[in-house]
């Protein structure tokens, strides 16, 4: 996209892109494309003075990334104002070129930098919750028995500003085309990578009668990524 | 697996599982199989005080894990001694649950945790980049033109040790089948993920008449996850 009318990301100094290979993109259509096709992001955070990686499940509206935050959590409520960073990565296949050096990965990602909040707030929980679930199984928050207040109580949500965001992409065929290594002859390209989703298979303790509803059984062979 | 006699993780005090419904692995070869399964990691790192999450390639040998570090090596480059978490993880699929309180994701993923090396030595940097090219493309290492001195010198390689790592995985349906939620009448279950390998894109300046070699051609079709 070059549209400059199109709203942008607030970079600050730590989210400015320093390597010119990829490529950032500055503009808020890119990061919420990339949160919209995926649930999975991977939550770094400081417990006990180390750098912890968990990978977890998110949602998003328009301002808030709402993170299920068990292992971070636990931290974040024994030092509010801790730092976090939630990664959200689609890997779209392998960047194979005629040198090993230029060889990369094609995908799309979006840094998400801030200070969470716990969520304590039983609406914005709740309301946190829906996103996160219909973003991973949409139509499942309307079929499933909700949470009682006993387990909205027993969940642990993070709350993230969208503001410090950065994205990150990476796409189209290998670099070295025009370079030297173009005479040696070699094959190169892309080797694309696809995610779709499977058949839904039933739990065992399910009497045989009961057939998965719309929502689940139409997304069998859709593509993830 | 239950053999006591397979080599364990050492598992310190912050890589013990604290959660029961997800299932943690004290053996070695569980850590093997996920960190073959895939070639992409969530590199963890402190830089200027914050947290910051780093999508990356890894390569590993028995005993160490070779990340691709250009944004973490800058960082560890000025602050060697740096504590660092890896993260690799694999979506099997979704679990969704008669409540929306069970619903869950179906994942295999290990966490590295340990202050890395930057490689400085010219043939362990050459060995490490090997296995991160072998890891993502295999067969590549030896059809592609190797990194000159050059080239080994501007790339940023870290080397982490596998000593502190743990496992942990959640498969299977949903746990609430035998609830007072069973009699809602809902359909549960898994939802199925599955990656897999697309067919080659060839560079569009690529001489038409260079096909790709078969350990790329062949891998179309095949199943990452």
């Not at 259509?29 to 955070?45: E, M, R, S, Y």
């Not at 139509?139 to 909700?146: E, L, N, S, T, V």
């Not at 969208?162 to 094959?187: F, R, Y």
């Amino acid at each position: 996209m070059t549209d400059t009318d199109l709203p942008s990301l607030s970079a600050t100094e730590r989210t400015r892109h320093r390597r010119l290979r990829e490529q950032g993109s500055p503009y808020r259509a890119d990061l919420d494309a990339i949160l919209a096709a995926g649930f999975l992001c991977h939550l770094g955070v400081v417990v006990d003075g180390s750098v912890m990686v968990v990978p977890t499940v998110y949602g998003a509206d328009e301002r808030t990334l709402y993170v299920h935050g068990s292992v971070a959590g636990r931290s974040l409520a024994d030092a509010p104002g801790t730092d976090v960073c939630v990664t959200v990565t689609h890997m779209d296949g392998l960047v194979l070129a005629r040198s090993v050096f230029e060889h990369g990965v094609n995908y799309r990602s979006a840094i998400i930098r801030g200070v969470p909040r716990l969520v304590r707030d039983a609406d914005e929980k709740l309301e946190g919750l829906r996103l996160l679930t219909e973003q991973a199984a949409p139509g499942q928050w309307d079929y499933a028995r909700r949470p009682s207040r006993k387990e909205l109580a027993a969940t642990a949500l993070l709350a993230l500003s969208l503001e410090e965001a950065s994205v990150k992409t990476s796409s189209g065929p290998p670099e070295d085309g025009e370079s030297a290594d173009a005479a040696l002859g070699l094959w190169a390209g892309e080797l694309p990578l696809h995610t779709r989703w499977g058949r839904p298979v039933a739990d065992p303790l399910l009497p045989a009668d009961v057939r998965p509803p719309a929502h689940i059984a139409d997304r069998s062979g859709e593509w993830l990524l």
